[in-house]
C-alpha cells in the first residue's frame, strides 16, 4: 500500500465539517430550512419551491451565442442542438487541455439504445494509428456534467499515453435522452452504466487488455457501485474527488428525510434545492472558472427532489459497504476541496480492503483538478493518473 500525501494537515480538514451544506457530489445541498417551512400550530408542513433562476449571460459571448445558451434544456433535443452550435467555440478556449491537445487522436460519437429503450450518447478516443492500445478506461462523470467539453482534453491526453478512452452520458444528462439533472433511480443509473460499458468492453479491438474505471465526483459513487456490483471485472479504479460518504452532523434527521422520501415520490421533479455558483466552489484558476459557464449543457439549475433523495440514498450505501472495496484503487482530491470533502477520501483509502491503493491529495486544490487549477496541477494531475495506470498494466 502506498499513502502519497502532498498535504495533510488535520486541523485545516475535518472529516466532519460544521457547515449549512451536504456535500452532495460536485454541488451542495442547503440545510432543511431553506425549502422546509416550519409550520405554525395547527398547519401542515408545506414544501416552498424556489423559482428556477434566469441564466447568466456568457462574458465575451454574442447576443446570438447567449440566447442558444439560454435555451430550456430539459430535453435531449435541445440539449444536442446546443451543443452542436457550440462545438466549435469550445474547443478554441485558451484551456490547457484545448491548446495542447495531442494530435491525431480517433474519435467516435454515436447514439445506443438501451434495455430500458433509452437512447444513450457515447464517446471514445483511441490512440493515433499504430499505437498499440494498452488498456481501456470507462468513464463516468461528475453531478450535472457530460462526457464532452472539458473530458474532451482530459481523454485525449490518455489516449495519446496509449489508453482507450471511453464515455457516456447518464439518462438526462449531456446528451443522452431523459429529464435534464433527473435521476428516478440511482441503482437503475448505476446499472445503465454496466449494461453501457459492458458493450464497450466487448470491442475486438480490447480483447484481452487490462480495464479501468475512472470517476470523478458523483461518478465517484457511480464508480464504487459499478465495482460492488461487479467486483471482479475490472483492474483497477481511478477516483477524481470522489462522493462517497456524508458527514453525519450535516445529514438530515431520520424524521426529515423521511418527509422528503415521501415528498419525492409526490412530486419527484420538482425543483427545490437552491444551488451555489459551482464554478466558484470548485475552480480555483479565476480564468478558468470563467470558462467553465462554456460548458452550455451541462445541468446547472436548482437539484431536484427525487436526485437528492437518490444521492443521498446512494452515498449511504457507499459508505455501509466501503469495506468490500477490493480493486487496486487510486484516489485523488484537492487538499482545498469545499465540495466533497477530501477527508471523505481518506476514509474510503483506510476501510477499502484494496492491497494495492493509493491515495494522493494535492495542497491547496480545489475540486476540479483536472480542469480548474493551473496549468502546471492539471498536467500533474494527469501524468500521476497515467503513471499508476501504466504501472499496472506492466503488472498484468
Same mark, same amino acid.
Given at each position: 500500500?502506498?499513502?502519497? +500525501?502532498?498535504?495533510?494537515?488535520?486541523?485545516?480538514?475535518?472529516?466532519?465539517?460544521?457547515?449549512?451544506?451536504?456535500?452532495?457530489?460536485?454541488?451542495?445541498?442547503?440545510?432543511? =430550512?431553506?425549502?422546509?417551512? $416550519?409550520?405554525?400550530?395547527?398547519?401542515? /408542513?408545506?414544501?416552498?419551491?424556489?423559482?428556477?433562476?434566469?441564466?447568466?449571460?456568457?462574458?465575451?459571448?454574442?447576443?446570438?451565442?447567449?440566447?442558444?445558451?439560454?435555451?430550456?434544456?430539459? @430535453?435531449?433535443?435541445?440539449?444536442?442542438?446546443? $451543443?452542436?452550435? @457550440?462545438?466549435?467555440?469550445?474547443?478554441? +478556449?485558451?484551456?490547457?487541455?484545448?491548446?495542447?491537445?495531442?494530435?491525431?487522436?480517433?474519435?467516435?460519437?454515436?447514439?445506443?439504445?438501451?434495455?430500458?429503450?433509452?437512447?444513450?450518447?457515447?464517446?471514445?478516443?483511441?490512440? !493515433?494509428?499504430? *499505437?498499440?492500445?494498452?488498456?481501456?478506461?470507462?468513464?463516468?462523470?461528475?453531478?450535472?456534467?457530460?462526457?464532452?467539453? @472539458?473530458?474532451?482534453?482530459?481523454?485525449? #491526453?490518455?489516449?495519446?499515453?496509449?489508453?482507450?478512452?471511453?464515455?457516456?452520458?447518464?439518462?438526462?444528462?449531456?446528451?443522452?435522452?431523459?429529464?435534464?439533472?433527473? &435521476?428516478?433511480?440511482?441503482?437503475?443509473?448505476?446499472?445503465?452504466?454496466?449494461?453501457?460499458?459492458?458493450?464497450? !468492453?466487448? #470491442?475486438?479491438?480490447?480483447?484481452?487488455?487490462?480495464?479501468?474505471?475512472?470517476?470523478?465526483?458523483?461518478?465517484?459513487?457511480?464508480?464504487?457501485?459499478?465495482?460492488? !456490483?461487479?467486483?471482479?471485472?475490472?483492474?483497477?479504479?481511478?477516483?477524481?474527488?470522489?462522493?462517497?460518504? &456524508?458527514?453525519?452532523? *450535516? /445529514? =438530515?434527521?431520520?424524521?426529515?428525510?423521511?418527509?422528503?422520501?415521501?415528498?419525492?415520490?409526490?412530486?419527484?421533479?420538482?425543483? +427545490?434545492?437552491?444551488?451555489?455558483?459551482?464554478?466558484?466552489?470548485?475552480?480555483?484558476?479565476?480564468?478558468?472558472?470563467?470558462?467553465?459557464?462554456?460548458?452550455?449543457?451541462?445541468?446547472?439549475?436548482?437539484?431536484? +427532489?427525487?436526485?437528492?433523495?437518490?444521492?443521498?440514498?446512494? /452515498?449511504?450505501?457507499?459508505?455501509?459497504? *466501503?469495506?468490500? *472495496?477490493?480493486?487496486?484503487?487510486?484516489?485523488?482530491?484537492?487538499?482545498?476541496?469545499?465540495?466533497?470533502?477530501?477527508?471523505?477520501?481518506?476514509?474510503?483509502?483506510?476501510?477499502?480492503?484494496?492491497?494495492?491503493? /493509493?491515495? !494522493?491529495?494535492?495542497?491547496?486544490?480545489?475540486?476540479?483538478?483536472?480542469?480548474?487549477?493551473?496549468?502546471?496541477?492539471?498536467?500533474?494531475?494527469?501524468?500521476?493518473?497515467?503513471?499508476?495506470?501504466?504501472? #499496472?498494466?506492466?503488472?498484468?
Amino acid at each position: 500500500m502506498e499513502l502519497s +500525501l502532498s498535504l495533510y494537515q488535520s486541523s485545516s480538514l475535518s472529516l466532519f465539517r460544521r457547515n449549512s451544506d451536504h456535500l452532495i457530489g460536485a454541488t451542495r445541498i442547503r440545510q432543511m =430550512p431553506i425549502f422546509l417551512r $416550519r409550520p405554525m400550530s395547527g398547519q401542515s /408542513t408545506v414544501l416552498a419551491p424556489i423559482v428556477a433562476k434566469k441564466k447568466s449571460e456568457i462574458e465575451g459571448l454574442s447576443e446570438e451565442m447567449n440566447s442558444i445558451a439560454s435555451q430550456n434544456l430539459d @430535453f435531449a433535443p435541445a440539449r444536442r442542438w446546443v $451543443r452542436s452550435a @457550440f462545438s466549435d467555440v469550445q474547443q478554441k +478556449l485558451d484551456h490547457v487541455l484545448f491548446k495542447t491537445a495531442p494530435p491525431g487522436i480517433r474519435t467516435e460519437e454515436w447514439y445506443e439504445q438501451n434495455s430500458r429503450g433509452l437512447e444513450i450518447f457515447c464517446k471514445s478516443w483511441l490512440p !493515433k494509428e499504430g *499505437v498499440p492500445i494498452k488498456g481501456d478506461i470507462c468513464f463516468c462523470h461528475g453531478y450535472g456534467d457530460t462526457c464532452t467539453f @472539458f473530458f474532451e482534453g482530459i481523454a485525449k #491526453r490518455i489516449a495519446a499515453s496509449g489508453y482507450g478512452v471511453y464515455a457516456m452520458d447518464y439518462p438526462g444528462f449531456g446528451l443522452s435522452e431523459g429529464l435534464h439533472g433527473y &435521476i428516478a433511480n440511482f441503482d437503475e443509473l448505476v446499472d445503465d452504466v454496466i449494461e453501457q460499458y459492458r458493450n464497450i !468492453k466487448g #470491442r475486438p479491438e480490447l480483447n484481452g487488455l487490462p480495464r479501468f474505471i475512472l470517476g470523478q465526483s458523483m461518478g465517484g459513487a457511480v464508480t464504487l457501485k459499478v465495482h460492488l !456490483k461487479q467486483p471482479d471485472e475490472w483492474d483497477g479504479i481511478v477516483l477524481v474527488a470522489p462522493m462517497c460518504k &456524508i458527514a453525519e452532523d *450535516v /445529514t =438530515p434527521p431520520a424524521a426529515v428525510l423521511k418527509i422528503l422520501t415521501l415528498a419525492s415520490e409526490v412530486i419527484p421533479e420538482a425543483k +427545490l434545492f437552491p444551488q451555489k455558483d459551482l464554478a466558484e466552489l470548485a475552480f480555483r484558476d479565476a480564468r478558468k472558472r470563467k470558462m467553465a459557464a462554456y460548458n452550455v449543457i451541462a445541468y446547472s439549475d436548482q437539484m431536484r +427532489l427525487k436526485t437528492a433523495v437518490e444521492l443521498l440514498k446512494a /452515498t449511504k450505501d457507499v459508505e455501509s459497504q *466501503v469495506e468490500k *472495496v477490493s480493486s487496486p484503487l487510486l484516489v485523488l482530491h484537492g487538499a482545498a476541496d469545499k465540495v466533497t470533502d477530501p477527508l471523505v477520501s481518506k476514509f474510503l483509502y483506510e476501510k477499502a480492503s484494496s492491497k494495492d491503493k /493509493t491515495l !494522493k491529495l494535492y495542497e491547496e486544490g480545489f475540486h476540479s483538478i483536472l480542469e480548474g487549477e493551473p496549468d502546471d496541477r492539471i498536467l500533474k494531475v494527469l501524468d500521476d493518473i497515467i503513471s499508476w495506470l501504466d504501472s #499496472r498494466c506492466a503488472l498484468k
